[in-house]
């Protein structure tokens, strides 16, 4: 297939001089949050792993992630977890092309940053 | 405005290819697992986060007990796909140059598909007490 326009023509938007929205940091934060969350699977398997067959691997997991250090770990994934969760849903009711009015981008946007951050405080709590 | 003062658009090399063929089933793909991923990862999260400790008897104790071993599988799998449409729409997405672009793809799908072999052994094996 042939390639896509290579002109140089100035491409849009310029990110460097865009005025961060929330529209647009909550879009990046969902990718971001994703290829986090991969990392996050990636030890998982390594955990489950290393219990199966590796208790050196698994020591050392136990050890690095009830650090301080380790818990602000699981505690990031606790928070993209819950974001990228909330965030998918209101993608979900775009793909099915519901919510797309600016004021209710905006409003699905703050309440998926209130919901996820309720929910990681109740994921805390449960592990408390 | 004159035709021939126009931009030429990506339209005009797009018409007559078809539809979007395989595209649209790793889209579908991740919208189901994204659903399905909506009550197994609550449940992954809220269950980890609430086993008293985290030693392997206990992990152990609390996989054998009851289904926990199968959803653990399922969110597993079903987790590490969704991963796998993400990451290759991102890297889709901002890797430019083809046969990187075919490369990164590549190691993404062994990579992926040995950590799903990897967590559905582990976890047979740790039900089965080997």
Redesign the interface.
Known sequence: MSQPQTSSRPLSPHLQVYKPQITSTLSILHRLTGLWLAVAAAVLVLWLYGLAFDASLFQALTGFFSGLFGKVLLFSWVLAFNYHLCNGIRHLFWDAGKGFELPKVYRSGYLVLAASLILSVLVWLGSL | MKKEQMT?T?LV?AIG?GSAKAGFSHWWLQ?LT??F??PL??WF??SL??VPD???AT??AWLRSGLNAFWLGLF?VT??LH?RL??EV?VEDYVHTRWLEVLIKTLLSLAMAS?IA??V???L??VRG?
């Open positions: 030429p990506p090399q290819l919208r994204a659903i991923l909506i990862g609550l999260v809220f986060a609430g985290y030693s392997a992990i152990q597993a987790a590490l991963a993400g990451i991102v950590a990897l967590a052994f582990s976890i094996s740790l080997a």
